[in-house]
């Protein structure tokens, strides 16, 4: 089992910055992919950012060049860099960690989450 615990959320005008903090406890030794997913109200959720044990990352097109992703194998931790912030980056933001290697696609399937932390951009 691994757990996961995220911090960092809050709330910030547009073009503000946040960095989302996520770390992980428990089996953290078989987790190969780490990342992060949103989910804003009414939505579907969407994968925001992922990176994995070589530190090869993948971004959704609408945060890259604005978001970073990044991990520390020696704090278990694994972050969430977010600048320039929109509104419609406006969701409750969820870390996640995969069993699995991501496929081909860049597409990965989490078998943890952490509880969420609410973003909210303001125009």
């Known amino acids: 089992q691994v757990q996961l615990v995220e911090s960092g959320g809050g709330s910030v005008q547009s073009g503000g910055s946040l960095r989302l903090s996520c770390v992980a406890s428990g089996d953290t030794y078989s987790v190969l992919v780490l990342g992060w997913f949103r989910q804003a109200p009414g939505k579907e959720p969407e994968g925001v950012a992922s990176?994995?044990?070589?530190?090869?990352?993948t971004y959704a097109d609408s945060v890259k060049g604005r978001f970073t992703i990044s991990r520390d194998n020696a704090k278990n931790t694994h972050y969430l860099e977010m600048n320039n912030l929109k509104p419609e980056d406006t969701a409750m933001y969820y870390c996640?960690?995969?069993?699995?290697?991501?496929?081909?696609?860049?597409?990965?399937?989490?078998?943890?989450w952490g509880q969420g932390t609410q973003v909210t951009v303001s125009a």
């Open positions: 996640a960690a995969g069993l699995l290697r991501r496929c081909t696609s860049g597409s990965w399937g989490p078998n943890y």
């Open positions: 990176i994995d044990r070589d530190g090869s990352t």
